[in-house]
């Protein structure tokens, strides 16, 4: 009882803990005072801008893309406002959960969600991310009836088509899925939020020009996350139209006469260089690419033996074949080999002394006696072995040089091949052997390595007609700043002057190519039937193997890709010359018959619309 009346020690029990206590609170009053102060006055900016950070958001906006029409304005390439179905991480729980769900409701699919769980990681996580693109009608209002996705949202967006399907798909090419690598090639900063770039043609060529400039908007969100105002700091900047030299009319017109087979066919303004026409065949759908290539018609163009992705018109490699007589005898003429009076006896062969092997002319019982332009008309091969042996292959790669052979033209479209040019330098480089004479004789006839694209064949026929001008093809002909008025493209080492050293050299050249349409045993003739236009033309077939002198030649017996490429190269008027037509049908047979009656048709197109004033 006595411990429990002892009031001195009670107090001094209870003051020690009170003290012990105002020490405590003090001590936590003063971390709290501290810790405001740091809060409000010392971080406060910091802390601010954190907090504003929860609550505004700058997001890119994606310019429009510019459109791309032909020289005549007819849209090529355009967009289409469109709906897509995203899903925004911070604001999405359960992401595996809500997507799987998606696929159950029929929105999605399992490539989809393998796409989304690829791009995710590319973007922050208060960003829309795309899930499904090209949403129909059906879907987009079945979605919005029975939304109970949180974080997923149906949002509008312009998508690109190409309303003329698959008609000009080498030129303008197509725009697709923007990739890793592809956002190594691009401005970061302006790609923030690109979606799509070109991957080939055009599109990928102008990308930059077509993409535009980014714009700046501030997203502001209440504490759900639900967006409650919007303001657009920087607007975008539309990316610009492009009007293209192509006619469209003429276009379409080649790929329908080479529907079913594997070729080309490039149609050149002479005076400019401007292409009008910029056809390989087979062709295929750009729409495919645009939200993603199903598998079927992936497998379909992969696996297809005709390689449609391949434009021949750039990036084809073919023997010349006879096409490249004129700039042979020309070469013969200049470097004072032959006259225009050199004449020479074709027996339907031609031997090198001492050599037992026969070299072949096309015709077997040989064309008499011929000069060059009998040569040039009736495509006789003896005269032109005769010439090239003179002329060594040295002369005769350093003249055709000049023609642009061997070397990329400088078209505005990616992908071109260079071709080749040989020469002794070339075989000792690529196949350490020495040059054999044998192999001068069948270079001057378009065989054996040399290889042209089709372009190269039309730059170099131009410049035949030019007589010595050679332009360098351009695709770019217009642009335009939306809203703005029509600006020529700037053509910068747009042509060069190939030396002359007798203008009559060309004269007589040109005739020879005038004779194989309108002499009597022209192998081209049966064009000149009708024809409205002055027309000079050439026709070559080029084997795609070599047979030995005692074999014959028969296309029937062989399987169709190892028969001749069928060719024709021409220009119109002949006094006047405006376009110029180079033709190659891959495994055809006889270019007089199967290439001539469609320059002749491609033609007629373009002469029509003159007639009528259609043609600018």
Not at 21 to 43: C, D, E, G, H, P
Request: aromatic share 10%.
């Amino acid at each position: 009882m006595q411990g429990i009346n002892n009031t001195k020690f009670e107090n001094k029990t209870f003051f020690y803990r009170m003290k012990l206590a105002l020490i405590f609170m003090f001590l936590l009053t003063t971390l709290l005072v501290i810790r405001i102060y740091n809060l409000q006055i010392v971080n406060h900016e910091y802390y601010l801008e954190e907090a504003l950070g929860n609550q505004m958001h700058t997001l890119p906006i994606t310019p429009s893309r510019g459109k791309i029409f032909d020289r005549h304005g007819n849209i090529l390439a355009t967009n289409k406002l469109a709906f897509r179905l995203t899903l925004t991480q911070e604001k999405t729980k359960n992401i595996i959960k809500t997507l799987q769900q998606l696929k159950q409701s029929g929105f999605i699919n399992d490539n989809d969600i393998k796409i989304f769980n690829k791009n995710a990681k590319r973007y922050q996580k208060f960003h829309s991310i795309p899930i499904k693109y090209n949403l129909n009608e059906t879907q987009v209002a079945k979605f919005l009836i029975n939304n109970t996705f949180i974080g997923v949202d149906i949002e509008p967006y312009f998508h690109r088509i190409y309303p003329n399907q698959d008609s000009g798909v080498h030129v303008i090419g197509y725009v697709s899925r923007m990739t890793k690598k592809d956002k190594k090639n691009y401005d970061k900063k302006n790609y923030l939020g690109t979606l799509f770039v070109g991957k080939t043609g055009i599109e990928k060529q102008y990308e930059i020009l077509l993409h535009g400039t980014n714009g700046l908007q501030q997203i502001e969100r209440n504490v759900n996350g639900r967006v409650i105002d919007t303001k657009i700091i920087k607007p975008a900047i539309s990316g610009e139209n492009l009007y293209l030299s192509i006619d469209l009319d003429m276009q379409k017109k080649a790929e329908t006469l080479l529907k079913g087979k594997r070729g080309s066919i490039v149609v050149i303004d002479i005076r400019n260089g401007e292409i009008l026409t910029l056809v390989s065949t087979p062709i295929y759908n750009p729409n495919w690419f645009v939200n993603g290539i199903s598998h079927t018609n992936y497998n379909q163009l992969q696996t297809s033996a005709n390689i449609p992705q391949l434009n021949r018109a750039v990036q084809g490699l073919y023997p010349p074949g006879s096409t490249i007589k004129p700039m042979v005898a020309l070469v013969g003429l200049e470097e004072g080999v032959i006259t225009n009076k050199s004449s020479i006896f074709c027996p339907g062969y031609y031997k090198l002394p001492n050599v037992k092997r026969k070299f072949n002319d096309w015709k077997k019982i040989g064309h008499g006696h011929v000069n060059v332009k009998d040569s040039i008309a009736q495509s006789c091969d003896v005269f032109f072995y005769d010439l090239a042996d003179k002329l060594g292959i040295d002369k005769l790669h350093d003249n055709l040089d000049l023609f642009n052979f061997g070397r990329k033209t400088s078209i505005d479209i990616p992908g071109e091949s260079a071709g080749i040019l040989p020469s002794k330098a070339w075989k000792k480089i690529n196949k350490n052997e020495p040059w054999y004479r044998g192999e001068s004789l069948i270079t001057g006839i378009g065989q054996g390595f040399i290889a042209v694209t089709p372009l190269q064949l039309a730059v170099a026929t131009a410049a035949i007609a030019n007589k010595g001008l050679l332009f360098r093809p351009t695709l770019l002909k217009n642009t335009q700043v939306p809203g703005n008025i029509i600006i020529e493209s700037k053509k910068k080492d747009h042509h060069i002057q190939i030396p002359i050293k007798n203008i009559q050299n060309w004269e007589d050249v040109i005739d020879g190519m005038k004779q194989a349409v309108y002499g009597p045993k022209g192998t081209a003739r049966r064009l000149n039937n009708g024809l409205t236009y002055s027309l000079a033309g050439k026709t070559g077939t080029a084997q795609v193997f070599g047979l030995d002198a005692k074999e014959q030649y028969i296309a029937e017996k062989l399987d169709e890709k190892l028969r001749d490429h069928a060719l024709f190269t021409g220009f119109a008027p002949i006094e006047n010359p405006e376009i110029v037509i180079a033709i190659i049908v891959e495994n055809a047979g006889n270019g007089s018959s199967k290439a001539a009656p469609i320059a002749r048709q491609v033609f007629d197109v373009y002469f029509n619309k003159q007639l009528n004033n259609t043609f600018p």
